[in-house]
């Protein structure tokens, strides 16, 4: 295979990648004298009418797709010798997300926010031209050596205003990455690959997943009936405003998401920052939408500090390889032995006593020093009384100790 020319002038050199449908192998242009990556479509599809139809549809939707965020489709064709189908693409050199994630576990929040909002600018351009990946996943976002991100693979994407070749109930995709109408066997749209992007976002910085799940009617139940724990309850270095951010693009109905991705790369970038997205409402109605009563009903926790709802109790992410820096633990609601602050009221309280007590304990030994003073003085004595309960401490103790004086002259 090593030795294999595509179209008389694509030499294969090693494999890349494979999936379901198609491997990818790198190549050198032998006319360019460039490196490239090579696309072959399975073999045994190549026969099937469908998937050669999506495998050149992959080609002429990504082909149109000029943008720095999103891998350029060069050339594609069948091969006249071998029958093979073929794409020609840009050859990144560097890591796929899916990659990171494996050596790493996770990344710092700033540099998972970098690689997003990349990919939300290659979206947006791709949205606005009416292509949808529908396959939004960390293998499919690459990051080069210089640190530009862009989205590759466009396999199963297709122009919005062509027909549909999917079969009816047939979904495609990564099932952790589905958005919940993609789960139902609905047609996907922008909104979908927001959904995507957004599980992207969750994984990249806490390392894991929104939702485990073994099949596609299982992650429809749990997106269904569980809202998976925010953010800010995984990582301590996550703030609320990024915690809600990112809980926006996982709501659960299309319109609680996301309008655009240029919309949802500004929202993650102001919640690193501290700054938390606009209150999002439905139309007309005026009513909180889905996504707010969601991070509603995950904020609330107990005295714990850990959240209320079952089954997302805050715990620490641990990478599969120990990375060097400070350890990812949640943030406990309060930090442990510290004693609670007394309320203003309690406060109050308990300087009256005390102020009544001194007041009290000053006559009591006034009325002792007089006593004295008029069992030991010779007859006849006079004796001297003043009111001397006054609001302040220091003002009765004055007043008690000329009393006092006065009565010992």
């Known amino acids: 295979m090593n030795s294999l020319e595509i179209a008389g002038r694509y030499r294969l050199e090693g494999r890349l990648g494979f999936g379901g449908m198609s491997t990818v192998h790198l190549a050198m242009d032998l006319r360019l004298e460039r490196p490239v990556a090579v696309k072959l479509l399975a073999e045994h599809l190549a026969e099937d009418p469908t998937f050669v139809s999506r495998f050149q549809r992959e080609a002429q939707a990504a082909a149109r ?3 720095p965020n999103i891998v350029q489709v060069f050339d594609s064709g069948q091969d006249e010798t071998t029958g093979q189908y073929f794409i020609v693409m840009e050859y990144i050199e560097g890591s796929s997300c899916a990659e990171i994630l ?3 576990g996770w990344l710092e929040v700033e540099e998972a926010i970098s690689i997003i909002e990349q990919a939300c600018q290659g979206l947006d351009y791709a949205h606005r031209h009416g292509v949808v990946h529908r396959d939004v996943k960390p293998g499919n976002l690459l990051r080069a050596r210089e640190g530009e991100v862009k989205l590759a693979d466009f396999g199963i994407a297709k122009a919005t205003e062509q027909s549909s070749i999917t079969q009816v109930g047939s979904v495609l995709g990564t ?6 109408e993609q789960a139902r066997g609905e047609e996907a749209g922008p909104s979908a690959d927001l959904y995507a992007l957004g599980v992207v976002t969750y994984q990249l910085i806490s390392g894991r997943l929104p939702y485990e799940a073994a099949s596609l009617t299982e992650l429809a139940l749990k997106q269904q009936q569980e809202a998976p724990p925010t953010l800010d309850t995984l990582v301590a270095a996550v703030s609320p405003e990024l915690a809600d951010a990112v809980a926006v693009a996982l709501a659960l109905d299309v319109p609680d998401r996301y309008q655009t991705a240029r919309e949802m790369g500004r929202a993650l970038s ?3 920052r501290g700054i938390a997205p606009p209150e999002r409402r439905t139309g007309g109605g005026g009513a909180a939408t889905q996504a707010t009563s969601l991070l509603t009903r995950t ?5 714990s500090g850990a959240p209320d709802r079952p089954g997302t109790t805050a715990r620490a992410i641990t990478p599969r390889r120990p990375r060097q820096g400070p350890p990812r633990d949640p943030a406990p609601a309060s930090a442990p032995g510290r004693a609670s602050a007394p309320s203003p009221r309690r406060a109050h309280r308990s300087a009256a006593s005390t102020f009544f007590l001194v007041v009290l304990a000053l006559a009591a ?4 020093i007089v006593a004295v003073v008029l069992i030991t003085a010779p007859a006849p004595t006079k004796v001297v009384l003043r009111n001397v309960v006054y609001s302040d401490v220091q003002e009765t103790s004055s007043a008690l100790k000329q009393l006092v004086l006065e009565n010992t002259r």
């Open 102 to 104: 494996r050596d790493d």
């Open 175 to 180: 099932a952790a990455y589905l958005a919940p």
């Open 365 to 368: 030994l006034a009325v002792v």
């Open 65 to 67: 797709l000029v943008h």
């Open 299 to 303: 904020r609330g926790t107990s005295g």
């Open 270 to 272: 102001d919640g690193a």
